[in-house]
């Protein structure tokens, strides 16, 4: 608890300067007897004395009283610069969370981070990856400052910039007569048994595009990862759907698996950059928004 308040302090930091009551009483437009309460209420508070008070000479500081009022004149300015939103605007942030989808992480994270860390180097970046509704939460709660995510669940309440967008590939086990052709359509897959995200947003926007195309898709895996989708497609498990492919067709268990392109338009997918609308930008935001959009544009 604060038992000294702000004017408090400003009283007799004016005191200081005046060097008496009468002329710190005009300089502040209050009464004599309001800057002796608060003379002897601070006085009384530090234990001290702070002035040394003689009638007929001017009111002068006492060996502890200078190094007081240096303190208090500190913070009177500290308190000043706090209550101009001006200056609050233009002071920077000295860490920022990221936040990344945990598919998109493998691919985009690092490359981001580094470009991030040689253009903001003042600036301590944490990444923080995880899945949609975590991402979202916490950019709600203020402890994720801005994400990148595909657009999927995001409300009004959310700022977003489109990265880029981005095409479904299906997995498909090496022998499998579909992993021999150059691109596909969902209506190719709709009745092949499919290993989607266990994801809840991305299942449910995976299986709405089937719908949206009056077919009903048999899933029968929903892959914790996308290393496990590709496995369970490699092992004859069932065909994977995701928006992200690793540039390698080999699975974790070293099984040959193929990779082969969605081509239906409405299956595209935008990749943005997200911020809550609820809490406004202090630099450097903005300019690190810039960045990722100029190294991971469309």
């Keep these: 608890m604060l038992y000294l308040t702000l004017r408090q302090l400003e009283y007799v930091v004016a005191i200081a300067k005046a060097g008496s009551l009468t002329e710190a009483a005009q300089i502040l437009n209050v009464s004599q007897p309001a800057l002796s309460v608060a003379i002897t209420q601070v006085e009384q508070r530090q234990g001290q004395k702070i002035f040394i008070r003689r009638k007929g000479t001017p009111i002068t500081l006492t060996s502890f009283g200078r190094a007081f009022i240096g303190d208090a004149e500190t913070l009177l300015i500290d308190a000043a610069r706090l209550e101009d939103p001006k200056v609050l605007a233009t002071r920077g942030l000295h860490s920022i969370t990221l936040g990344c989808f945990d598919d998109l992480a493998p691919t985009y994270l690092a490359p981001i981070l580094l470009h991030l860390r040689t253009a903001f180097p003042a600036v301590e970046i944490t990444?923080?990856?995880?899945?949609f509704e975590e991402l979202a939460l916490g950019m709600q709660n203020g402890q994720i400052d801005i994400t990148i995510t595909y657009d999927l669940g995001l409300d009004a309440s959310f700022d977003k910039q489109l990265l880029k967008t981005i095409s479904p590939h299906a997995f498909f086990h090496s022998r499998d007569p579909l992993s021999k052709r150059t691109d596909l359509t969902l209506q190719d897959l709709a009745d092949r048994p499919l290993i989607l995200s266990e994801q809840g947003l991305s299942i449910r926007h995976m299986i709405s595009l089937f719908r949206a195309q009056g077919l009903l898709p048999r899933v029968v895996h929903r892959a914790a990862s996308l290393e496990v989708m590709r496995s369970l497609a490699a092992n004859n498990e069932g065909i994977g759907i995701s928006y992200t492919i690793p540039p390698t067709?080999?699975?974790?268990?070293?099984?040959?698996?193929?990779?082969?392109?969605?081509?239906?338009?409405e299956a595209r997918e935008?990749?943005?950059?997200?911020?809550?609308?609820?809490?406004?930008?202090?630099?450097?935001?903005?300019?690190?928004?810039?960045n990722i959009q100029e190294n991971l544009s469309t």
Excluded at 127 to 131: L, N, R, S
Excluded at 249 to 261: N, Q
Excluded at 271 to 289: E, G, H, K
Aim: hydrophobic share 35%.
């Design 127 to 131: 990444p923080h990856v995880t899945g």
């Design 249 to 265: 067709e080999i699975s974790y268990d070293g099984k040959p698996l193929r990779t082969v392109p969605i081509i239906n338009p």
């Design 270 to 290: 935008p990749i943005v950059l997200v911020r809550s609308a609820l809490n406004p930008p202090t630099m450097p935001i903005p300019d690190i928004i810039d």
